[in-house]
């Protein structure tokens, strides 16, 4: 079985090498690559053939950024229609159920098979799991294939559209988060509250900042592939749908954030600086844990206040929660301020 993969990149190399050691014979076309890109190809093992060669390919795997995905598949038809060449593509990219349309539409009526596929989860990595590749389009035949050479793939219930519309989904809550949390936490940066946000997050949302202590590094070297991704997110929305003007702003953090990658640096020195911040004291209110229902961490600063469930006082903090703050507390005083209402 010849497969061949377009891109070798982080994620198109990996797949390719992961093929390569289940036994399926891996080729790839990189004519007019840059060296980093024949270097990790290499380094995979990716045999390099013309483009003739790459046709006879029984499966043609296109793996790139998403801008380049439509003039990819432009490039493969014609080649495919000049030689009737019969192998199935399918489209791996990051791209919004209406560019796959138009993808579908590049190779014709009676041309190959053209397949919608998408790509959840890292680059595949010996020991570990992942990623998925679900398939949609009548994938019924071409998923087994690939689950004998080694990939986690899925069949997907629908036509065309139906694997990227996944994919947009997805993206746009995991990519999402991350490009919310960059721009909230730049904004604190630049309006002083970055201690102070750093510390509440890491006592209220611990979980939330462990993955962007990860996420958002991460993101930095792929700031500028993911400008695109944020666009075909925006226009799966379509422009009468509100939800696509937040990843249009989202495509200008990660826009921003590539600049920055080309420049100084400085913007993802000030992020990672904030996420290596830890809490220097205990809670601001010693009641928060028990406010928030959380009684088993407690405080997250060096010196832990138990949680109630560790202690004996548990009823006590409930009866004082529902009879008011202490006077000591500062928000007593704020709330004992307000002139009480009269309902009517």
Not at 129 to 157: F, M, Q, T, W
Not at 249 to 262: E, I, L, P, T
Not at 326 to 331: G, H, L, Q, Y
């Given at each position: 079985?010849?497969?061949?993969?377009?891109g070798?990149?982080a994620?198109?190399?990996a797949?390719a090498?992961?093929l390569l050691s289940s036994?399926?014979?891996?080729v790839?076309?990189?004519?007019?690559?840059?060296?980093?890109t024949?270097e990790?190809?290499?380094a995979?093992g990716i045999?390099?053939?013309d483009?003739?060669?790459?046709?006879d390919a029984d499966?043609?795997?296109s793996?790139?950024?998403?801008?380049?995905a439509l003039a990819?598949?432009?490039?493969?038809?014609t080649?495919?229609r000049?030689?009737?060449?019969?192998g199935?593509y399918i489209?791996?990219?990051a791209i919004?159920?209406q560019?796959?349309t138009?993808?579908?539409e590049?190779?014709?009526a009676?041309?190959p098979?053209?397949?919608?596929?998408c790509?959840?989860?890292?680059?595949?990595?010996p020991?570990k799991?992942?990623?998925?590749?679900?398939?949609?389009?009548?994938?019924?035949?071409?998923?087994?294939?690939?689950?004998?050479?080694?990939?986690d793939?899925?069949?997907?219930?629908?036509?065309?559209?139906?694997?990227s519309?996944?994919?947009?989904?997805y993206?746009g809550i995991?990519k999402?988060?991350?490009?919310l949390?960059t721009?909230?936490?730049?904004?604190?940066a630049?309006?002083?509250a970055?201690?102070?946000?750093?510390a509440?997050l890491?006592?209220s949302q611990s979980q939330?900042?462990?993955?962007?202590s990860?996420t958002?590094?991460?993101?930095y070297s792929?700031?500028?592939?993911w400008?695109?991704?944020?666009?075909?997110?925006a226009?799966?929305f379509?422009?009468?749908d509100?939800?696509?003007?937040i990843?249009?702003?989202m495509?200008?953090?990660?826009?921003?954030?590539?600049a920055?990658?080309?420049?100084?640096g400085n913007m993802?020195a000030?992020l990672s600086?904030m996420?290596?911040?830890?809490?220097t004291?205990?809670?601001?209110?010693?009641?928060?844990a028990l406010?928030n229902g959380?009684?088993d961490?407690?405080s997250?600063?060096?010196?832990?206040?138990?949680?109630?469930?560790?202690?004996?006082?548990?009823?006590?903090l409930?009866?004082r929660?529902?009879?008011?703050?202490?006077?000591?507390d500062?928000?007593?005083?704020?709330f004992?301020?307000?002139?009480?209402?009269?309902?009517?």
């Amino acid at each position: 079985m010849r497969i061949a993969v377009i891109g070798m990149g982080a994620m198109g190399s990996a797949v390719a090498r992961s093929l390569l050691s289940s036994g399926a014979e891996i080729v790839t076309h990189l004519e007019g690559r840059s060296s980093a890109t024949k270097e990790r190809a290499v380094a995979a093992g990716i045999r390099d053939v013309d483009i003739t060669t790459m046709l006879d390919a029984d499966i043609i795997l296109s793996i790139v950024p998403p801008s380049q995905a439509l003039a990819v598949a432009g490039y493969v038809a014609t080649a495919m229609r000049s030689r009737n060449s019969v192998g199935i593509y399918i489209d791996c990219n990051a791209i919004s159920p209406q560019t796959m349309t138009k993808v579908a539409e590049t190779f014709g009526a009676g041309g190959p098979k053209v397949l919608d596929g998408c790509i959840i989860g890292g680059p595949p990595m010996p020991g570990k799991c992942g990623p998925r590749v679900y398939i949609s389009g009548g994938a019924n035949k071409v998923v087994p294939i690939l689950v004998d050479y080694g990939l986690d793939a899925r069949v997907l219930d629908g036509d065309i559209g139906a694997s990227s519309a996944l994919k947009m989904c997805y993206a746009g809550i995991n990519k999402g988060l991350t490009g919310l949390a960059t721009a909230m936490i730049l904004a604190a940066a630049k309006s002083g509250a970055d201690e102070a946000l750093m510390a509440e997050l890491a006592e209220s949302q611990s979980q939330l900042l462990a993955k962007f202590s990860t996420t958002i590094p991460d993101m930095y070297s792929k700031a500028y592939r993911w400008v695109a991704e944020m666009q075909e997110i925006a226009e799966f929305f379509g422009k009468d749908d509100p939800g696509a003007e937040i990843f249009w702003g989202m495509a200008g953090v990660f826009d921003y954030m590539a600049a920055d990658q080309s420049s100084d640096g400085n913007m993802a020195a000030t992020l990672s600086r904030m996420l290596e911040q830890r809490p220097t004291d205990g809670s601001i209110n010693r009641y928060d844990a028990l406010s928030n229902g959380n009684f088993d961490q407690g405080s997250k600063g060096p010196d832990s206040v138990p949680s109630a469930r560790n202690t004996d006082d548990r009823d006590e903090l409930e009866d004082r929660l529902e009879s008011g703050f202490p006077a000591s507390d500062p928000a007593s005083t704020t709330f004992t301020g307000i002139p009480e209402r009269t309902r009517t």
